[in-house]
């Protein structure tokens, strides 16, 4: 016990530079990935500096869950967690502290802190944990499912108070998992991409012996149809009269074979010029222009603050008539993204470069870039 508390404590010399870096769990007894404890009674914990106590004792957990009888303090640099009934044997036990406590000083924690030990003769190291939110906000009606690269269910669980979760004891063989975070919106416990708010983590969620931990894995689930936003600048050195009109085509809208369509619509074949000529036609309502619509001045940024989310393309005309926002393919310049966009649900995309008219085949339009 003496040597945790003397190796803990850490104090910055007076009149130094504020305290930015966050506390950490040091050590413990047992110690970290040990084995053969036995049934213990009682754990140690040892921290990097002195510790606000509150913020360390609400972020406390333990796995298997464990009913505590106490939990003393040595200053504020080592806590004894105490337990009512021993440890059972043959059991990995992870102790552990989510993100969020805090030093003297205020300085917040933000990664998970754990203490791993086993009282048997084997650990199991497969850990997933972080947080998982609807609509950025906390809550305890999401449900998790954690299935494996075969598909089938392994777990379900429900995240706490705050968001926070934690599944243990996983195969740290190499797998591929997938993990989704749903709001269920029909009440039947059952997760349907149609209608049911969610967010999956997939393809690098792997666990391996050099990599057993995979913690702070953050999931927001939201509304599937949830708008979002795209946005950039527009830029012409077209010095002509007119007014540009830029609109959102969703992806439906591709050559009969398939594929791309050219950066100038003029160059399409006919047939695919008069669709597309029809596609943007679509009369105005009468409240203005929607949406997927914009009128742009000669330069300066755009925005689609609410897009639908999905594929689409950015299509812009300028408008030499009266103003009509309708696109006439023989008298009109015209471009169209190297698409299409794919704008996530409540997510955003930004262009930082958007020139017309074209200057040459595919370098009118630079490639979008997402925006955190």
């Keep these: 016990l003496a040597a945790l508390q003397g190796c803990a404590r850490v104090r910055p010399p007076s009149g130094g530079e504020p305290d930015t870096a966050p506390p950490g769990l040091t050590g413990g007894r047992p110690a970290p990935g040990s084995t053969g404890s036995g049934p213990l009674s009682e754990v140690l914990l040892g921290f990097s500096e002195p510790v606000d106590r509150g913020s360390v004792q609400a972020a406390l957990r333990v796995e298997p869950p464990r009913l505590l009888r106490s939990l003393r303090w040595t200053g504020d640099t080592l806590l004894a967690v105490r337990f009512w009934d021993p440890l059972p044997a043959d059991t990995s036990v992870d102790v552990y502290l989510v993100p969020g406590w805090r030093d003297r000083h205020r300085v917040a ?5 754990v203490l791993s030990f086993a009282t048997g003769d ?6 997933l944990a972080g947080q998982a939110r609807f609509k950025g906000q906390a809550s305890r009606a999401l449900h998790l499912a954690l299935s494996d690269s075969a598909g089938g269910l392994q777990r379900r669980a429900r995240p706490d108070a705050r968001g926070d979760f934690v599944f243990r004891g996983l195969p740290a063989d190499g797998r591929a998992w997938r993990l989704v975070a749903w709001q269920d919106a029909d009440g039947d416990s059952l997760f349907d991409p149609a209608h049911d708010f969610a967010d999956t983590l997939r393809d690098s969620l ?3 012996l050099a990599q057993p931990r995979r913690l702070g894995l953050q999931l927001n ?6 708008p979002g936003e795209l946005s950039g600048h527009f830029s012409c050195a077209d010095t002509l009269p007119g007014v540009y009109f830029l609109r959102l085509l969703p992806d439906s809208f591709r050559l009969a074979d398939g594929s791309r369509p050219a950066d100038d619509p003029g160059l399409l074949p006919e047939a695919e010029r008069a669709r597309l000529a029809a596609l943007v036609a679509r009369p105005v309502g009468a409240a203005g222009l929607p949406d997927t619509w914009l009128r742009l001045a000669q330069d300066g940024p755009f925005a689609f603050a609410a897009a639908p989310p999905g594929a689409h ?3 812009v005309h300028k408008d030499l008539g009266a103003a009509d926002s309708l696109w006439d393919p023989a008298q009109e310049p015209a471009g169209l993204s190297a698409g299409p966009l794919r704008l996530p649900p409540g997510g955003s995309l930004s262009w930082p470069r958007f020139a017309f008219p074209l200057a040459a085949a595919g370098d009118s339009l630079s490639p979008p870039g997402r925006a955190p």
Excluded at 109 to 113: D, K, N, S, T
Aim: proline share 13%; no cysteine.
């Design 313 to 315: 393309w950015l299509f």
């Design 221 to 226: 689930a939201i509304d599937p149809r949830e």
């Design 122 to 127: 084997s650990l199991r190291p497969g850990w």
């Design 109 to 113: 924690q933000p990664e998970w802190q």
């Design 206 to 208: 792997r666990l391996t």
